[in-house]
C-alpha cells in the first residue's frame, strides 16, 4: 500500500493541472494562422497536347499488350469422351423419370377408316408392282 502524503496529492493536482492546460492550449491553437491571402492567378496554358487523351492512349496500349495471349496448343490429356458420358448420364436420368399424365378424351378428329384406307393403298400397291414385274419379265424375253 502507498501512503499518501500531501506532498504527494500535491504533486498529482500539479500533473494533472498541467496536463490540462497543455491540451487546452494545443487544441486552441489555430494551425492556420497565416494572414497572408495570396491572389488567384490566371490560368496559363504552358502544355501544348492534352494530358488526358495522352495517358487514355498509353493506358490502351498497355492493356492490348498485357492480355493477349497465345492460342495454346490442344492437349489431349482425357482418355475417353466426355461428351458421350456426359450424354449417357443424362439419358439414364431421364429414364429413371417417372411421368405420370392423365388420359387424354378421344377426338374422333379423322373423318374416314384409316385402316380401310391403308389396305386399298396395299392392294393398289401389290397391283402395281405386279404389273412392273410382268413389263419387266416381257421386256426380259424381248
Known sequence: MILTTKNNKAMKTTLYTTVLIAAITLFSL???????????????????FDTELVCEKLMLEVFQNEFQFEEEAYIDDIPFN???????????????????????????????????????????????????????CINYLF
Do not use: C, G, W
Not at 32 to 45: G, K, L, M
Not at 117 to 130: D, F, G, V, W
Open 30 to 48: 489555430n494551425l492556420n494562422a497565416s494572414t497572408f491571402r495570396f491572389a488567384d492567378e490566371s490560368y496559363i496554358d504552358d502544355i501544348p
Open 82 to 136: 466426355t461428351k458421350s458420358i456426359a450424354a449417357n448420364y443424362h439419358y439414364a436420368v431421364a429414364l429413371e423419370i417417372d411421368f405420370d399424365f392423365n388420359e387424354e378424351d378421344y377426338i374422333n378428329d379423322i373423318p374416314f377408316n384409316t385402316e380401310e384406307l391403308a389396305k386399298m393403298n396395299e392392294q393398289n400397291t401389290y397391283r402395281i408392282s405386279s404389273q412392273f414385274m410382268m413389263v419387266s
